[in-house]
């Protein structure tokens, strides 16, 4: 029976993995507050209602640009829509249907208004808009990074390449998209890579004028920046130190060198003057909104964080020294209650395998996390607060720290810190907070659950299984370290002991289990390793290991993995949200490929120790060893004689649940 609930269970977990739509959030967008409003009922109100509904039924077409007009003489809606040149023509209508149904509720008033995504840009007018150049206003968004090298060389580069562009932009014609990309090789053995679009209702002129002062607010606007947007509602210029578009044919051989510049007619423009006011920018860059949201997170938890601070030292003054003792770290349950609200709903903050964890606030302020241990682990009261002491004195930047816990019959609770941004799952699998996750943070986040763990296992007094690691395990504090939870669970649930009761209990989650462990119930640290290996693919993919799915098959994470991997395309693994971003570094990121995989081997043996895996993380030179065949885990070569993924009461028989057996 269970054979036949297993595949039944990962095909649930499927299902609910791949509901989540991923609605793209909007760059930017500005409610004209020049051209003035208009009022439900009136005409012009439902010419716009037409316009985008009409959407749906959008044609598409070569050039990415839509001119559409729905009415007539003064309550007439103009619209103009355009895809960023290497965005695919069916991606580009989704696009704009969802622009246009998303501005007319964030401007539900305004007769003019722009919304700028990533891949396409939607602005709508009673006035004429279309054929007429528009440059203002300006908007720039730049990354963090700057380029430290000598800056002559970098300025020199930067705009050799974009005047280029410019020009072969100019040139294009207006059939086209106007639309070219192109990259050089820059200071410091760095490449940079350029883009430039203009609409094409603009000539050939207004589109040169109008990238000319898109590059010319560059040394204002982004100085020294390794990657920047500059946008105008005409055209966009962006340029980067990665390459941020997709490849993409621009109906013209990109050798052909840039044809000399033609001085821009300096005419007296008398666009846009006063009416217009607008700002649009086009097609924007994932990265550029990822950092300015960072820098105001940033801010955000820094003052949230000094105030926990300040809150925190008074508290912990009392109980903070080497010798803890059981009673200034005992709770009354009463206490506990208050603060949770009596574990209401709306202070849950998860469920575990062990119990539900709500979030709390002490009468003093302090916030905290409350695990209510599940009834079905009973322990005595001398026996738990023991096993709490040893647990509690794990103390390690990357585990979560424990405050205290409470006993009240047969209440078992135990008292975390809280984090406030929960747990790596919510940032990971989920296509727009993993924006704010850069390379560079996913690599501290390895490279700090790697060490919390390499404690656990090697430096801490108890030697610790964590037996359940996974991501949404791992929680994160305002710096986006990693803290491993849930450590220490065996002992306080009796299961390391001497009591027969729960040894047969399989802990751990689908997906994470190391195969020997699901099948025959062995586990050592090296299931640990396993299960570390699944997150660092899963990090650097972006996908849940038990619902992976590429369109082709249904394949696992770890199937596709080595597949690739073997085929020598291993990139293919890696979360595209990542690829556009700034601290993007392939060399090591299929080092990490290569790590995560040597993890998840199927012969325990070699798999590497924790203590391997960090050397292997900090030497960015030594040589990686090849990975053999990982343990695939499909529900198929599971199901033998163990339950389930959501593992209780496995009924497995040579069950090694002596954690200190296992030589170092
Ligand atoms: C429109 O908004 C801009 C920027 O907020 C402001 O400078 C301008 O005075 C406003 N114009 C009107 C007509 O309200
Ligand atoms: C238009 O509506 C906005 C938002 O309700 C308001 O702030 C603005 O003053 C209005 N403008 C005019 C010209 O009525
Ligand atoms: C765009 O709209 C304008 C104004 O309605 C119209 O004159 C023009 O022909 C349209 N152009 C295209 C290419 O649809
Ligand atoms: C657009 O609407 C505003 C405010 O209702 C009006 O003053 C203006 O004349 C309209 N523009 C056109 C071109 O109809
Ligand atoms: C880049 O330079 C700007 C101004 O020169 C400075 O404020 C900023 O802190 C620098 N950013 C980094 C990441 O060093
Ligand atoms: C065009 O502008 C350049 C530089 O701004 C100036 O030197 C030149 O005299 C101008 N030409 C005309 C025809 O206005």
Redesign the pocket.
Known sequence: MLSLLLPLISLIFQIQCFTVESQPVPLNQICSNVTGNFTVNTPYAVNLDRLISSFSSLQSNDNG?????VGDSDE?V?S?SQCRGDVKPEDCINCIAMAGKRLVTLCPVQKEAIIWYDKCTFRYSNR?I??RLEIFPHTSITGTRNFTGDRDAWEKSLRGLLEGLKNRASVIGRSKKNFVVGETSGPSFQTLYGLVQCTP?ISEEDCSYCLSQGIAKIPSCCDLKMGSYVLSPSCIVAYATWRFYDPVDTDEPSSVPATPSRPPKNETRTVMQGDKNRGVPPKALIFAAASVVIVVLLIVFLVVFLRLRRKKMIKNSEHKNENISTDSMRFNFSVLQDATSHFSLENKLGEGGFGAVYKGVLSDGQKIAVKRLSKNAQQGETEFKNEFLLVAKLQHRNLVKLLGYSIEGTERLLVYEFLPHTSLDKFIFDPIEGKQLEWEIRYKIIGGVARGLLYLHQDSRLRIIHRDLKASNILLDEEMTPKISDFGMARLFDMDHTTQRYTNRIVGTFGYMAPEYVTHGQFSFKTDVYSFGVLVLEIISGKKNSCFSNEDSIEDLLSFAWRNWKEGVALNLVDKILMTMSSYSSNMILRCINIGLLCVQEKVAERPSMASVLLMLDGHTTALSEPSKPAFFSPSNAVSDSSSSLGHNAKTSNYNSNTELYPR
């Open positions: 640009f839509y001119n559409i007009s007439k103009n103009i004429t279309f054929n209702d």
